[in-house]
């Protein structure tokens, strides 16, 4: 199956720096989403990104689809943006089979 | 609030209870779907339902049962749990198959 590999695996900000996460996937994706999970469990979309950027506030994604990678970018960082990122991506005939990668935990200090 | 809720958010059960977690989404949606995340692990895909038909089964053992009563909810019935079962299930809804995922807070599942 697919294969999703993200990095850096940890990554520590101080409060207002920005940071840039990469997901790599191995094969042509029909999906791809990036995810945050915060401390207690819960997953928040951030972007539904197959292909091409989209930016909500001080969160962007860029999709380069026929290279097979996606970078989420988070500028002025915040302690709220804590957590775990999780890239998921499906190809192949079945569009819901999410896969995930390890993620990356982000820990902003104040 | 992601319009998708869970109970009970924490459960602790011995290997020989019987026990059902539930989801219910209030967005309207037709696909409904179960997920383990274990510690150190990415999140695993269980189940998927859509108009209240299984569409996927992902070899999960036959310990975990689901039933999808209506396209608002799901349930996930637990029996002779292992000690490896405990973690975090996580519930999840979309539009239709294609759609976005979108996950309720979980269930922390520990078996003792």
Request: proline share 5%; aromatic share 10%.
């Amino acid at each position: 199956g697919i294969q999703v590999e993200q990095s850096p695996p940890d990554l520590i900000l101080q409060e207002g720096a920005n940071s840039t996460l990469r997901c790599n996937f191995s094969d042509s994706v029909n999906n791809l989403q990036w995810f945050h999970q915060n401390p207690w469990g819960q997953l928040i979309n951030l972007f539904y990104i197959p292909s091409g950027t989209k930016q909500n506030g001080r969160l962007s994604a860029t999709t380069v689809a026929t290279e097979r990678y996606s970078l989420l970018y988070i500028s002025s960082s915040q302690t709220t943006d804590s957590g775990v990122y999780f890239c998921a991506v499906n190809s192949g005939g079945s569009n819901y089979k999410l896969t995930f990668g390890k993620g990356t935990l982000l820990t902003v200090n104040p | 609030e992601t319009g998708v809720t869970q109970t009970p958010r924490h459960l602790v059960m011995g290997m020989t209870n019987k026990k059902s977690l539930k989801c219910e989404q209030h967005l309207g949606h037709n696909a409904m779907y179960w997920y383990k995340q274990s510690a150190k692990k990415p999140l695993e895909l269980m189940f998927v339902y859509s108009l209240e038909e299984r569409v996927e089964n992902n070899s999960v053992p036959s310990r975990f049962s689901p039933e999808c009563p209506n396209s608002s909810h799901l349930f996930l019935h637990l029996h002779t749990l292992q000690p490896e079962d405990s973690a975090l299930y996580l519930c999840a809804s979309s539009q239709d198959l294609t759609g976005t995922q979108y996950f309720g807070p979980g269930t922390r599942l520990t078996v003792l």
